[in-house]
């Protein structure tokens, strides 16, 4: 949502200028097209949510990983990825993570900003399904040490997704 203030023209609203996903821009074609190993891993982790392949985790993730925004329940940092993506599987059809941004960083570190679009048609994150569409978005950041996501630091607009999962609408 956009205000003019008096006098002056509307700001231009940036959100118009967001691309449809495409195949050219999806965590799938990430993968595909990676020109290094770890962008291929960390561009590998976001597949797995729109696939929701729990069992994928073990390919992607050191079992020693370190998540430093861990679910509260999780009893290990693979653990409570393998509970997030078994939520998204069955809460969610029509997934889709479209890559904004991503950066290879020294140290094996890579930085991604997402954007997955699905629609909530069964029970998830203590909401039963709505039928709402949601759009909302996350950053990552992995270390990949061996070919594997050894620690991560990750952020989701979850109040986004609560808002448009409870009442449909989606937040200014």
């Known amino acids: 949502m956009t205000y003019a203030f008096r006098g002056q023209p509307a700001p231009h609203n940036m ?5 449809a996903i495409t195949t050219a821009n999806t965590a799938s074609e990430m993968v595909r097209s990676a020109t290094t190993t770890a962008l291929r891993v960390a561009a590998r982790e976001l597949e797995l949510y729109v ?3 729990v069992a994928g985790t073990d390919e992607v993730f050191a079992p020693d990983l370190i998540d430093h925004n861990p679910a509260s329940d999780a ?3 693979v653990d409570g990825i393998r509970a997030l993506i078994a939520a998204t599987r069955d809460g969610f059809t029509n997934r889709q993570i479209r890559i904004l ?5 020294p140290g094996g570190w890579v930085v991604l900003q997402w954007q997955l679009t699905a629609t909530h ?3 998830a994150f203590g909401f039963a399904a709505s039928g709402n569409p949601v759009d909302f978005q996350g950053q990552n950041i992995v270390r990949i040490v061996d070919g594997k996501i050894s620690e991560m630091y ?3 607009e979850m109040l986004k997704l609560t808002q448009q999962i409870s009442t449909g609408t989606q937040p200014a």
Not at 15 to 19: H, L, R, S, T, Y
Not at 101 to 105: A, D
Request: proline share 5%.
């Open 51 to 53: 696939a929701g392949d």
């Open 15 to 19: 959100e118009d200028d967001m691309p």
């Open 75 to 77: 009893v290990s940092g």
């Open 101 to 105: 941004f991503q950066e290879e960083l």
């Open 154 to 156: 990750h952020i989701e």
């Open 121 to 123: 048609t069964g029970d």
